[in-house]
T-cell receptor
Framework: AQSVTQPDIHITVSEGASLELRCNYS??????LFWYVQSPGQGLQLLLK??????LVQGIKGFEAEFKRSQSSFNLRKPSVHWSDAAEYFC?????????FGTGTRLKVLA | EAGVAQSPRYKIIEKRQSVAFWCNPI?????LYWYQQILGQGPKLLIQ????????DSQLPKDRFSAERLKGVDSTLKIQPAKLEDSAVYLC?????????????FGPGTRLTVL
């Protein structure tokens, strides 16, 4: 069965520090992978997606993610975090039309 | 390009009352989704429409939840009667079609509190 695991419920980083949010998935075939960000009171905004090709994917707001098939992972990274990045981040996997979301990682940024 | 619109943004009701949510997808998007997001969890798909037909409603509690998408554009999601555990954010999303892969665009959500 499809599943997505985000092992870190909360992460706190200082502004300017680097960030890595973990995502592991379970899927029988090549998945389509997504990272979304949700600010308080807002809907989900797509940061980046992986469908095929280059396993390092660039997204908006300076985020990138790397697809590692051998580890069933799709970790999200940012080299220097800004205070405005504080939000909740969701990883999702899709095989056909249906998304399966992880439980999310809430990011706190210290000034 | 206008995004996915939802209303109301917030709703507070008492248990056993009924409530309805409205969604207007992005123009031209054939596929519409309703998700339930309980606090501390990721969104869970309740129902998916392709135009005005239901594609997947396997996780919709059909004894109390109903949804329709008349004319293949706007959609309404109804809960009757509401239970305490229905307190959640209800997200509407749309995509161009249901082919794979697809990108879903989300509305701001309706936050429902059941007292």
């Amino acid at each position: 069965a499809q599943s997505v695991t985000q092992p870190d419920i909360h992460i706190t980083v200082s502004e300017g520090a680097s960030l890595e949010l973990r995502c592991n998935y379970s899927y029988g075939a090549t998945p389509y992978l997504f990272w979304y960000v949700q600010s308080p009171g807002q809907g989900l905004q797509l940061l980046l997606k992986y469908f095929s090709g280059d396993t390092l994917v660039q997204g908006i707001k300076g985020f990138e993610a790397e697809f590692k098939r051998s580890q069933s992972s799709f970790n999200l990274r940012k080299p220097s975090v800004h205070w405005s990045d504080a939000a909740e981040y969701f990883c999702a996997v899709s095989g056909t039309y249906k998304y399966i979301f992880g439980t999310g990682t809430r990011l706190k940024v210290l000034a | 390009e206008a995004g996915v619109a939802q209303s109301p943004r917030y709703k507070i009701i008492e248990k056993r009352q009924s409530v309805a949510f409205w969604c207007n997808p992005i123009s031209g998007h054939a596929t519409l989704y309703w998700y339930q997001q309980i606090l501390g969890q990721g969104p869970k798909l309740l129902i998916q429409f392709q135009n005005n037909g239901v594609v997947d409603d396997s996780q919709l509690p059909k004894d109390r939840f109903s949804a329709e998408r008349l004319k293949g554009v706007d959609s309404t999601l109804k809960i009757q009667p509401a239970k305490l555990e229905d307190s959640a954010v209800y997200l509407c999303a749309s995509s161009l079609d249901r082919s794979s892969p697809n990108e879903q665009f989300f509305g701001p959500g309706t936050r429902l509190t059941v007292l």
